[in-house]
C-alpha cells in the first residue's frame, strides 16, 4: 500500500474545505456532504472555524483510492494564518492548489504557489465553482499561466459553465499530445526526438507527464465543483496516478517531524508528526530539541477518515503522538532530516498587540492560557511586561485577533481587548562596539571575565557567534552561558528591539577555578560558576552594542497592485500618504500594475482604503520582503521586559531581586 501525504492550499473562500468534503464523500469515507455554510465539516473542528466558515488550523483526514492511502491536509487559505500553512509543507509529497473560476487568481493563491515551486512541492491545479454564477474558465486558465506559471497543462474542458449542469470532460490521449509535448519537451529532449523519428506512444508521453509532475516542472490543472462533484473524480486519479507517493525506509533509524500540537480533554499533549524513516512505537523513547527526553504512551494513525489507535507509526505516515509533555511544534523526532521541507518557507510576524483582560483578576490565568496557544503556535511568541503588567503577543494580522479573542473566551473563559496593533521592528548595529570586564577588577561583581566585540554582518544572516580566545580556556560550560546569554541579550537591543545581523565575537575570557577550604566542601564565593557568566554577560553586551550604534528598522511588504488605468490619479496620492513608493508601473490594456514596497504598518489601511479608489476593482497583493532603516523622526521604542543591561545600577539591582526570590 501506498502512502501520500496530500496539502490542499488556496486563498480563503476558494473551497478548500468543501472540496476536503466532496473527496471523502466520493471515496465512500462520509454518506453524508457537511457544508462550510452550516458548520459540519470534517475538518473544521474548532468552534470559531464552523462560526466564521474558515479554516484556521490544519486538520488531517485520511482515504483510500484503490491501493493508495492518502492522507489529506486541508490548510487555512487566510493570510493571518499563513504560518499554519508554513507547518504542513515539511510535510507533505504533493499539493492541490485550489483557485476560484470565478474570482480567479488571488493574492493569496500567488503566495502559496511561488513557495510550492521553491520547495519543488509537486502540485496539481483544481480550478473549483465552475457551476457557479460569473465562472470564467478560459479567463482563470489564462491568468493562471501569466500570474502563477506558464508550466501548466489543461487536462480537460468544461461544458456548460456557470449552470448547475456544468460539467469536465478528460481530453483524449490524441487531444493532449500537442499541448503536452510542447511542455514536456523543454525538459526531455528525448521527449521531443521520439516524436520527430515518428516512435512517440500515448504511454511514454503520460510517463514523462508523471515524471515532471512529480518533479515539479509541470502542473495539471483539473476543472470541477466542489458543490456538484463535477470533475472530482478526474481530480482523484489525477492525485493517484501524477503525484508521488511517500518514500522512506521503515527499517531504518527513526527521523520525523511534529506540525501540530493540540491538547486533549484531559489537558494531554498532543503532537501531530510525519514520519520520514524508521518505525516508531508505544513505549519508545525519544530524544528532540536539546537533550529533551520523552516516551511515547500511545499512538493514532489516520484510516479511512478518522485516527484510529495503534502501536506503531511507519515511515511515510501521519501519526498522533501521546506522552511527549514537552515536545513543541517544530520539533524534530529522532535523527535530524535535511530537507528544504523543513526551514522558514514564509516571513515571521511582523505585528504586535498588547492583550488586555477585562477583569483585572484574570491577569495570571491570561499568561498562563496565552502560553499554552503558544505550544500550539509558537510565533504567537507571548512576552509579558514586568514593569508596565502587560502581555504582548505577535501577529499577522487583524483577523488573527478575533481567533485568539474567541479561543480565550470559548476555551479558557477569559475575555479580552487588545490595544492598537504595531509593527515589530529589528536593530541592525551601525558600527564596530568592544567591552571588556575582568575578572576581580574596578567594579565587576561577578567571578568571571568577559570580553566581546560586536559588528555589523551581512542581511539576513542572523546573530554568529564566534570565538577569539582558545576553547580550552576556561570550562566549555562557561563558553556556553556566554554564548546562550549573548543570544538572550540581544533579543532586546538598545531600543527594545530584536537585535540581528551581526558577528559577535568573544575577545577576552577568564575564570576563578574551583577552590575549597581544607576539610570543607566547594565554595562558591571563591570559585566561578555559570551564573557569574550568565549574570555579567548582559551587561558586556550592551556596552559593546552601545559603543557600535544601532538602527531601527521597520518591516516592510512588497505590493503588487492591479488597478483600472483611470482610477490611478486617484489611487497614487494615497499611495504616497501611505509612504508606499512604487518600482515598476506596467499597463495591460485599461488595467494598470504598480509594484512596490509599502511599510506593514500602513497595509491594513491601504486595503481598506483602495476598493473606494478602485471602484471595488482593485488587487492588492502584499508579502513580507524586508526591513528598511525608520526614516523620519526619532527612533521607535520599545518597553524592555528584561532586567535592563543598559542601566548598570537598575540591571544589577534587578538581578540581585530575582536571585533573592
Same mark, same amino acid.
Given at each position: 500500500?501506498?502512502?501520500?501525504? $496530500?496539502?490542499? $492550499? ?49 486538520? !488531517? ?7 493508495? *492511502? ?51 512541492? &509537486? ?5 473549483? @465553482? ?18 502563477? *506559471? ?6 480537460? /474542458? ?25 511542455? #514536456?519537451?523543454? +525538459? ?16 511514454? #508521453? ?62 494531554? @499533549? ?8 524508521? *518505525? ?29 489507535? /495503534? ?26 532530516? @535535511? ?27 491570561? +499568561? ?48 479580552? #481587548? ?39 554582518? &551581512?542581511?539576513?544572516?542572523? !546573530? /554568529? ?58 565554595? @562558591? ?10 549574570? #555579567? ?17 521597520? &518591516? ?15 489611487? $497614487? &496620492? ?9 518600482? *515598476? ?24 482604503? $483602495? ?51
Amino acid at each position: 500500500m501506498h502512502m501520500l501525504n $496530500l496539502g490542499i $492550499l488556496a486563498h480563503v473562500d476558494a473551497g478548500k474545505t468543501s472540496l476536503t468534503e466532496r473527496l471523502l464523500h466520493t471515496v465512500g469515507v462520509i454518506d453524508e456532504i457537511g457544508s462550510v455554510d452550516d458548520g459540519n465539516t470534517q475538518t473544521d473542528s474548532l468552534a470559531l472555524e464552523r462560526q466564521r466558515g474558515i479554516t484556521i488550523k490544519s486538520a !488531517v483526514v485520511s482515504f483510500v483510492v484503490d491501493d493508495v *492511502t492518502v492522507n489529506l491536509i486541508d490548510t487555512p487559505g487566510h493570510p493571518d494564518f499563513i504560518a499554519e500553512v508554513e507547518r504542513v509543507l515539511g510535510v507533505l509529497d504533493g499539493a492541490v492548489l485550489v483557485v476560484s473560476a470565478v474570482e480567479g487568481v488571488q493574492a493569496q493563491t500567488r503566495v502559496l504557489m511561488r513557495t510550492l515551486q521553491r520547495l519543488r512541492i &509537486p502540485t496539481l491545479v483544481f480550478v473549483n @465553482k465552475i457551476d457557479r454564477g460569473g465562472a470564467r474558465c478560459e479567463h482563470v486558465l489564462a491568468k493562471i499561466s501569466e500570474r502563477l *506559471t506558464d508550466a501548466i497543462v489543461p487536462m480537460g /474542458e468544461v461544458g456548460e459553465q456557470g449552470s448547475r449542469d456544468a460539467y469536465f470532460t478528460s481530453y483524449a490521449a490524441a487531444r493532449l499530445q500537442a499541448p503536452l509535448l510542447d511542455l #514536456l519537451a523543454e +525538459h526531455d529532449d528525448e521527449l521531443l526526438a521520439a516524436y520527430v523519428e515518428g516512435r512517440l506512444s500515448d504511454d511514454r #508521453l503520460r510517463a514523462a507527464l508523471v515524471r515532471q509532475t512529480g518533479a515539479a516542472l509541470v502542473h495539471p490543472v483539473f476543472f470541477g465543483s466542489a458543490m456538484t462533484g463535477a470533475g472530482v473524480a478526474e481530480l482523484i486519479c489525477g492525485i493517484k496516478e501524477l503525484l508521488p507517493g511517500a518514500d522512506g525506509d521503515v527499517d531504518g533509524p527513526v527521523s520525523g517531524s511534529v506540525f501540530k500540537v493540540e491538547r486533549g480533554p484531559a489537558g494531554e @499533549k498532543i503532537a501531530y508528526a510525519r514520519m520520514f524513516s524508521g *518505525t516508531l512505537r508505544t513505549r519508545d523513547r525519544l530524544t528532540f530539541r536539546d537533550g529533551v527526553e520523552g516516551k511515547v504512551t500511545a499512538i493514532s494513525v489516520f484510516d479511512q477518515g478518522s485516527a484510529v489507535r /495503534e502501536g506503531a507509526v511507519a515511515a511515510g505516515r501521519i501519526g498522533k503522538l501521546w506522552g511527549l509533555g514537552d515536545i513543541r511544534i517544530g520539533d524534530t523526532i529522532g535523527v535530524p532530516r @535535511k530537507s528544504p521541507g523543513e526551514e522558514r518557507h514564509f516571513s515571521p510576524p511582523t505585528l504586535e498587540t498588547v492583550v488586555v483582560p477585562c477583569r483585572p483578576a484574570d491577569k495570571g490565568a491570561l +499568561h498562563l492560557a496565552l502560553t499554552q496557544l503558544a505550544e500550539q503556535d509558537p510565533l504567537i511568541n507571548v512576552r509579558q511586561d514586568e514593569v508596565r503588567k502587560e502581555i504582548s503577543v505577535s501577529l499577522y494580522g487583524e483577523v488573527q485577533k478575533e481567533v485568539i479573542q474567541a479561543t480565550l473566551a470559548d476555551e479558557f473563559g477569559i475575555d479580552v #481587548l487588545f490595544l492598537e496593533t504595531t509593527p515589530l521592528c529589528v536593530e541592525r548595529p551601525v558600527g564596530t562596539g568592544t567591552a571588556v570586564e575582568f575578572n576581580k577588577k574596578d567594579a565587576n561583581p561577578f567571578l568571571a571575565t568577559v570580553g566581546l566585540r560586536i559588528e555589523p554582518a &551581512p542581511v539576513d544572516s542572523g !546573530v /554568529e557567534f564566534r570565538l577569539e580566545v582558545e576553547l580550552g580556556a576556561m570550562p566549555y560550560a562557561f563558553f556556553k552561558a556566554v554564548e546562550d546569554s549573548v543570544r538572550e541579550t540581544l533579543a532586546q537591543g538598545i531600543h527594545g528591539w530584536r537585535v540581528t545581523d551581526c558577528t559577535v565575537t568573544m575577545t577576552h575570557s577568564g575564570y576563578s577555578p574551583r577552590q575549597s577550604h581544607a576539610h570543607q566542601g566547594f565554595d @562558591k564565593s571563591m570559585s566561578s560558576t555559570g551564573a557569574d557568566f550568565r549574570g #555579567l554577560t548582559p551587561l558586556v553586551v550592551m556596552s559593546a552594542l552601545r559603543e557600535a550604534g544601532s538602527q531601527v528598522y521597520e &518591516p516592510m511588504d512588497h505590493f503588487h497592485l492591479e488597478a483600472p488605468a483611470d482610477t490611478l490619479a486617484a489611487v $497614487l &496620492p494615497v499611495l504616497a500618504k501611505q509612504r508606499a513608493v512604487p518600482q *515598476t508601473t506596467l499597463m495591460r490594456g485599461a488595467t494598470c500594475v504598480l509594484e512596490g514596497f509599502v511599510p506593514v504598518a500602513r497595509v491594513h489601511e491601504l486595503g481598506q482604503q $483602495l476598493p473606494g479608489l478602485t471602484r471595488g476593482e482593485g488587487e492588492l497583493d502584499c508579502v513580507f520582503d524586508h526591513y528598511a532603516p525608520v526614516g523620519q523622526g526619532a527612533a521607535p521604542e520599545r518597553s524592555r521586559t528584561d532586567l535592563n543591561p543598559l542601566d548598570r545600577k537598575e540591571y544589577l539591582l534587578n538581578l540581585t531581586g530575582r536571585v533573592g526570590a
